[in-house]
């Protein structure tokens, strides 16, 4: 590619709209042009970073046995109807109506769609197992689409699905997905890890999911340091400790907290510790009230709530709009009284003689105890999981880290074959149903990702799998008859090499150029200038150590070659 003929603005300045490292140099280096919040056009350099990704995710699916098929965008609400998910899915499902009046929908993802294919076009044992992809842009109407290509409403997903037999049919497709994936994010040189995740919205009953580690990670991570336990923290399971104190229930009791309201004042004020005390929140689960209980110094995990709930959405509420729904003001809402639904989690179960808010301005109450004092309808594992807690497999140590989730494979079972009455003969002519498992991953996101753990102060540091262009050659003299041969010279050779490049051949001043061959992290820059008129040398330099070593034209290729060779994987 010839610099002066295509579309790659640089822009020296980082955009004040861009909160994380990927998103500012991804808009400096020219990757995409927004055109309405979550929603870019793909510029030729970032579509050709995401090509790099789909040719490593195409070559590695088709290694697995999995077959390329292209659906459509847009979705007959009724196939949605009939799996169950058109009400369940919420508003990221973008909803809208034709011409003839008939609702439809933008696909977010495809088990509809494919499941209806698959129904209609294999009747027998003998047709599976069968796994089939594609990649192709979803529509997703994400609540708070940000980090530009990160979250997007609007993205390239590589989607697959497989249709088994049995069960034990169904776990070996999951197995070889699972594998591919950790030879796709090797290969995009990406630093990763596969942790056990929540189902969501596509459902199903097992899945992991594959997340970059990054600071700027919008997952938490918890890992345990001692065995291979390893779970987004919205899976992680809590295991109690024992509790062996068995405490009689003392007589329920209203205490004065005059104008305390935070659990550390409230906890400083009568002497007690947050262990002791117990925080009612009030979440809307699709448009209900439920009053949620944990201890003082939890957070409530919002999936496992959810997933108690089988709500599609939950969301916490603010002061006021508690006080509109209780008439209780902020900071001493509690249970007892309460008429809204409660759940509890479980550690407060085992609790006995708590605090809790008393319900009414400068109140709490003390001695307090669940089922006595107060209805409950569910007790569940409500919370977040901290590092004060054991590993929930080995007991260990665990840590947290930020990640990002690329990828995600789920094991579906008969969910969507049973709604949508998807089957086929067995051996002994019997119907059953398809068992299914569907496996994504973020193809723009993977680039962001990528981005994120490989860049300097002065740029993006692509690895070479994912490169756009593995080598920039800078024609520093344009107006220089022989500088100009030679730099064109090299540009044709090593494109007959098959090497990706890029001819820096604009009208720009040498630091210039030098700039936006490090902003774009091109791995391998050649410099065609003075050195050629004084010494008969060209540069060759190394974005991602800065070595440079000067050579001979005529050696330039085959050195570059060899180094291309030790970087790809
Ligand atoms: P997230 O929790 O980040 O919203 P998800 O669980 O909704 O992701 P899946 O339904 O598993 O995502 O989709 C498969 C893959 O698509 C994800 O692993 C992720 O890499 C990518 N992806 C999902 N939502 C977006 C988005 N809004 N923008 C870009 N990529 C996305
Ligand atoms: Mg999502």
Known sequence: MRYSETLLPTLKETPAEAEIVSHRLMLRAGFMHKLTSGIYSYLPYGLAAIRKVENIVREEMNRAGAHELLMPSVQPADLWKES??????????????????????????????????????????????????????????EIRPRFGLMRGREFIMKDAYSFDVSDSAAEISYRRMYEAYRRIFTRCGLEFRAVQADSGAIGGSFSHEFMVLAETGEDTVVFCRECEYAANIEKAVIRLKENNQVEPLAELEKVETPGKRKVD????????????????????????????????????????????????????????????????????????????????????ESMVNFYVGGNEKNYHMKNVNAIRDFEVSAVADLRQITTTDPCPECGGKLELTEGIEVGHVFKLGTGYSESMQATFQDENGQEKPFVMGCYGIGVSRVVAAAIEQNHDDNGIIFPVPLAPYTVIVLNLGLKDKKITEAAERLYSELQS???????????????????????????FRVTVGKSLTNSGLVEVRDRKSGATEEVTPDQVVAVLLSK???EQI
Not at 305 to 312: D, F, H, S, W
Not at 498 to 504: E, F
């Open 84 to 141: 169950g998910r058109y009400e369940k899915y919420g508003p990221e499902l973008l909803r809208f109506r034709d011409r003839h009046d008939r609702e439809s929908c933008l696909g977010p993802t495809h088990e509809e769609v494919i499941t209806d294919i698959i129904r209609k076009m294999l009747h027998s044992y003998r047709d599976l197992p069968i796994n089939l992809y594609q990649i192709q842009t979803k529509f997703r109407d």
């Open 265 to 348: 004042a409230v906890c400083e004020f009568l002497q007690i510790s947050p262990d002791q005390l117990v925080k009612t929140l009030v979440f809307i689960a699709d448009s209900v009230p439920v009053g949620v209980l944990v201890r003082g110094d939890r957070e409530v995990e919002e999936v496992k709530l959810k997933n108690l709930l089988g709500a599609a959405d939950v969301e916490m509420i603010d002061d006021k709009q508690v006080y509109d729904i209780t008439g209780v003001p902020t900071g001493y809402l509690g249970p007892v009284g309460l008429t809204i639904k409660i759940v509890v989690d479980q550690e407060v």
């Open 497 to 523: 090499q098959g090497v990706d490049v890029l001819l820096d051949d604009r009208d720009e001043r040498p630091g210039s150029k030098f700039k936006d061959a490090d902003l774009l992290g091109v791995p």
């Open 564 to 566: 291309i060779a030790v």
